[in-house]
Structure formats: structure tokens, C-alpha cells
């Protein structure tokens, strides 16, 4: 009885395991096309002009309006 309970609770956690990485790649991938179009969005305006890359859209994808903003002011004045 306990074998079984083993089995599927390590089964459970290989299905989740398979799941974390199978959505891994579509997560990243959206969030760099959400960064790109926010980083299109802001060349648009003229105020900045910041390369569009897939570093850069990563990195505006996953940290947002703090990740903008720190990459304008390091690509700007920084660099």
C-alpha cells in the first residue's frame, strides 16, 4: 500500500517537474515580445532610443518599468 502512495507522488512530481519545463520556453519567449513592444513603444515617443534586442526585450519582459528604467539610464549614460 505505502509502495503505491510512493509511485504516484513521485509520478505527481515528475509530471509538474515536465510541466515547469515545457512552459519555461513560452514564458520567457512571451515575455521578451511583451519587452520588445514596450521598448518599440518607447523608440515611438523620441525621448530614448534604446536598441531593440532580445537581451534588452528580456530583460524589460521580465523586470517591467524597473528594468526600462535601468536600462535607459545604463544604455544612456552609463555606457
Known amino acids: 500500500m505505502i509502495e503505491i502512495g510512493v509511485g504516484l507522488v513521485a509520478g505527481l512530481l515528475i509530471i509538474l517537474a515536465l510541466k515547469f519545463f515545457i512552459e519555461l520556453p513560452f514564458k520567457i519567449i512571451w515575455n521578451s515580445i ?3 513592444a514596450i521598448l518599440y513603444l518607447v523608440n515611438l515617443t523620441g525621448i530614448l532610443t534604446i536598441k531593440i534586442t532580445f537581451i534588452h526585450a528580456l530583460i524589460v519582459g521580465v ?5 526600462l528604467i535601468l536600462l535607459a539610464i545604463y544604455l544612456n549614460f552609463i555606457k
Open 34 to 36: 511583451i519587452g520588445a
Open 63 to 67: 523586470f517591467g518599468v524597473p528594468g
